[in-house]
């Protein structure tokens, strides 16, 4: 199966010009809440060299970055949608590349069988169609070199909030993405498209639980800060979906701090990881 088109919600999704800013804030709180930048069993190979890495739909190309630096004796290369976030030629180190890729309108990832030793996925749960992502899969696991490593991170969609207005909005912004088609997978069914493959084993799933608003400290501002950034680049979709004015969906978004606070919401984000053994 091909990606035969491009997902429409994307050309609707409303940029600015802190989306930069954003991004790499959301990468460093990650980090931070995860004490790393990945967790699957592939450190020693990183630091010994020679080790090729992949981040599809790597964005600002920030978690490459990092590991670049912190593992200069392996190659990263990123792929995305659009190169507009890409870092200029002379902030990238020399041991990564950037690629200007669409999935969506490709047959697969540009690369012969096995080329890769670590292949990373973050937050791209809102890209691909429901009937899409097992071919996404089969791709990742056919790029994957015997004994590398896959990895999946993302927030976690399952189960609801208590907060009434981020349940709200939450649950508002999946039914329109199911209204297009996009289910963000749950990390069974993740575990599920990896196993049907027959070629991944040591699968671990690891969770996370995040505060959000001042009630968490710095840690929550800046979690709500995040929520509240993606809810404001959806606004002029998520009005007309909820059959809301603007200034009815302004109100909703200032309130969240407090509803944060009273019912002490958390965020949850995952890792999924394991290794291609045949």
Request: with cysteine; proline share 4%.
């Amino acid at each position: 199966m091909h990606f035969e088109k491009r997902i429409n919600y994307i050309e609707e999704y409303k940029y600015h010009e802190k989306e930069f800013d954003d991004i790499s804030l959301q990468h460093n709180i990650l980090s931070y809440i995860w004490q790393g930048d990945y967790s699957s069993r592939i450190q020693e190979r990183l630091i010994k060299g020679n080790t090729k890495v992949i981040d599809l739909g790597c964005g600002t190309g920030q978690w490459l970055i990092d590991m670049s630096l912190k593992y200069p004796l392996s190659t990263f290369i990123g792929i995305d949608i659009s190169s507009r976030l890409f870092p200029s030629q002379e902030d990238k180190p020399n041991n990564v590349a950037f690629l200007q890729y669409d999935l969506l309108e490709h047959p697969g990832i540009p690369f012969p069988n096995e080329t890769f030793d670590f292949v990373y996925l973050r937050c791209l749960s809102m890209t691909f169609e429901e009937n899409d992502w097992a071919h996404v899969i089969n791709e990742i696991v056919r790029v994957t070199d015997i004994n590398g490593c896959v990895e999946f991170m993302d927030f976690l969609c399952e189960g609801g909030f208590k907060g009434p207005i981020m349940e709200k909005l939450c649950s508002s912004l999946i039914s329109f993405l199911e209204s297009k088609n996009i289910k963000p997978p749950s990390t069974t069914k993740l575990t599920e498209y990896l196993n049907q493959t027959n070629q991944i084993s040591n699968l671990h799933l690891e969770v996370k639980s995040s505060p959000l608003g001042s009630w968490g400290g710095k840690l929550g501002e800046l979690m709500l800060s995040d929520y509240i950034t993606t809810f404001q680049r959806f606004k002029s979709i998520l009005v007309s979906f909820m059959k809301l004015s603007e200034k009815e969906y302004d109100k909703l978004l200032s309130e969240l701090e407090n509803e944060c606070v009273k019912y002490q919401l958390c965020c949850y984000t995952y890792r999924l990881y394991g290794n291609k053994t045949v």
